[in-house]
C-alpha cells in the first residue's frame, strides 16, 4: 500500500497528482545518450527526446481518461505513475458494476484511437502520407511517428492481460455471467500466459519485451490476489480480526514513556488520546523523530504522528481493505465512542485470511 520508492510529484491536473519514476528520467537520458553515441548531433538527439516526452504527455492523458471516467462512477483516483512501459492510474477501489469497469478500462485506448483520427486528418490536409520518411520536415514527422504510436498504444492497451486495460475490459465482460472472483482468475491466467509469450519473444529478439513481460506477468498475479482477498474479507466485520491488545498514550505522555511502553508490551503501533478521543498513532520512527527535534523532555505531541483511518466495529473488511488502499499512510485503528478499541493494517487483514482457512492469500494489499 505505500507508494513506490522514486517516484516525484510533477505537477496537479484537475486534483489528481502526476507522479514520475526515477526509472522514467534514466530512459529520458539513455535515450539522449544514444542518439549522441550515435553521431546523430544535437537536432536529432532533441527531436528524439522530444517524441518520448509527448508520448508521455499522451499517456498522461490516456491516464486521466481513465480517471475522469472513474471519477464519474464515484471512484476516485490516487495518483498517475509514469514508468518507463507507461503508465497507471491507482483507482481507490474497483468500480461495483461490471459495466462501469468495462467503461473505465476503454476509455483509455479510446483516447489513443480519437487522437490518432485527428493526427491522420491534419496529415491529410497537409498532403502528406502515413509512410515514415526521414525527409519529411520536422511538423510532419513528428505527425506521422505519433498517428502510429496512437494506434499501437490502443492495441497494445487492449490486450487481454492485466494490468494492462484490455485485461481488465475482459475480467468486466466476464463479470456480467460470472462471479468477479472467477472472472479475475481467468482474466489473469490469460495475462500470465501473455506474460509468457511476451518473455519467449523477448528472449530471442527485443529483451523490451521481458521488461513488458515482468510486468504484465507479476500486475495479473497482484490482481488475482487482491480479488481474493477482496472476496474472502467480504461481510467479515473489523472487529473480528482487529488487533485487541492495545496500548495507548497521550498528548501529553513523554515520549521516553511511550517508548517504554512499546519496549514493554512489544506494541509497534500506540494510538494517541486527547481527551477521549483518538488524534493519531505513534510508531517507533515517530518517538525517534520526536526525541531527536525535541530532546528526552519531549512530549508525544513533540512527535509527528500517522492519521487515524476511524473504522467502526461492525464495518465489513472488504470495505475496510478499500479505506486503507485509499489512505496509505493512514493506520486503521477501531473505535467505539471515539475510543480505541483495536488496530487494523493490511498484514493484519492477509494474517486473518490465512488463519481462518478463507482462501490464501499472497499480496501486501
Given at each position: 500500500m505505500s507508494r513506490p520508492r522514486w517516484a516525484w510529484n510533477i505537477g496537479?491536473?484537475?486534483?489528481?497528482?502526476?507522479?514520475?519514476?526515477?526509472?522514467?528520467?534514466?530512459?529520458?537520458?539513455w535515450i539522449a545518450f544514444a542518439h549522441w553515441l550515435g553521431g546523430l548531433?544535437?537536432?536529432?538527439?532533441?527531436?528524439?527526446?522530444?517524441?518520448?516526452?509527448?508520448?508521455?504527455?499522451i499517456i498522461v492523458v490516456h491516464e486521466l481518461g481513465h480517471a475522469l471516467m472513474a471519477r464519474r462512477f464515484?471512484?476516485?483516483?490516487?495518483?498517475?505513475?509514469?514508468?518507463?512501459?507507461?503508465?497507471?492510474?491507482?483507482?481507490?477501489?474497483?468500480?461495483?458494476?461490471?459495466?462501469?469497469?468495462?467503461?473505465?478500462?476503454v476509455v483509455g485506448p479510446a483516447i489513443n484511437v480519437v487522437l490518432a483520427g485527428l493526427l491522420w486528418a491534419g496529415i491529410q490536409l497537409?498532403?502528406?502520407?502515413?509512410?515514415?520518411?526521414?525527409?519529411?520536415?520536422?511538423?510532419m514527422a513528428l505527425a506521422v511517428r505519433l498517428f502510429w504510436i496512437n494506434l499501437v498504444l490502443?492495441?497494445?492497451?487492449?490486450?487481454?492481460?492485466f494490468p494492462l486495460d484490455g485485461g481488465r475490459a475482459l475480467r468486466a465482460l466476464l463479470a456480467l455471467w460470472l462471479p468477479r472472483e472467477t472472472a479475475t482468475q481467468i482474466a489473469?491466467?490469460?495475462?500470465?500466459?501473455?506474460?509468457?509469450?511476451?518473455?519467449?519473444?523477448?528472449?530471442?529478439?527485443?529483451?523490451w519485451l521481458v521488461l513488458i513481460a515482468v510486468v504484465v506477468w507479476f500486475g495479473a498475479r497482484h490482481e488475482a490476489d487482491l480479488v481474493r482477498l477482496r472476496s474472502s474479507l467480504a461481510g467479515v466485520p473489523a472487529r473480528a480480526a482487529m488487533l485487541r491488545r492495545i496500548e495507548t498514550v497521550t498528548v501529553d505522555d513523554s515520549l521516553e514513556s511511550a517508548a517504554s511502553v512499546m519496549t514493554a508490551t512489544g506494541s509497534a503501533l500506540l494510538p494517541v488520546v486527547e481527551q477521549g478521543r483518538t488524534v493519531g498513532v505513534l510508531t517507533p520512527e515517530d518517538v525517534r523523530t520526536g526525541l531527536d527535534r525535541a530532546g528526552p523532555e519531549a512530549s508525544v505531541a513533540d512527535a509527528p504522528v500517522h492519521e487515524v483511518l476511524a473504522l467502526a466495529p461492525n464495518e465489513?473488511?472488504?470495505?475496510?481493505?478499500?479505506?486503507?488502499?485509499?489512505?496509505?499512510?493512514?493506520?486503521?485503528v477501531v473505535v467505539d465512542h471515539e475510543a480505541p478499541v483495536g488496530i487494523l493494517t493490511p498484514d493484519q487483514?492477509?494474517?486473518?485470511?490465512?488463519?481462518?482457512?478463507?482462501?490464501?492469500v499472497a499480496t501486501s494489499a
Open positions: 496537479t491536473i484537475v486534483g489528481i497528482p502526476i507522479r514520475i519514476h526515477a526509472t522514467l528520467i534514466l530512459l529520458l537520458g548531433g544535437p537536432s536529432a538527439t532533441i527531436v528524439g527526446v522530444l517524441l518520448v516526452a509527448i508520448v508521455f504527455a464515484g471512484v476516485h483516483t490516487r495518483d498517475i505513475l509514469l514508468l518507463p512501459i507507461g503508465g497507471i492510474a491507482s483507482l481507490e477501489r474497483i468500480p461495483d458494476r461490471p459495466a462501469q469497469e468495462l467503461a473505465i478500462a497537409a498532403g502528406g502520407s502515413l509512410t515514415v520518411n526521414p525527409s519529411d520536415p520536422l511538423g490502443a492495441g497494445f492497451n487492449l490486450l487481454p492481460a489473469a491466467g490469460l495475462g500470465k500466459a501473455l506474460a509468457a509469450v511476451f518473455a519467449v519473444i523477448g528472449l530471442l529478439y527485443n529483451p465489513p473488511l472488504d470495505r475496510v481493505l478499500d479505506r486503507l488502499q485509499a489512505a496509505p499512510g493512514a493506520i486503521g487483514l492477509v494474517s486473518y485470511v490465512a488463519l481462518h482457512g478463507r482462501g490464501e
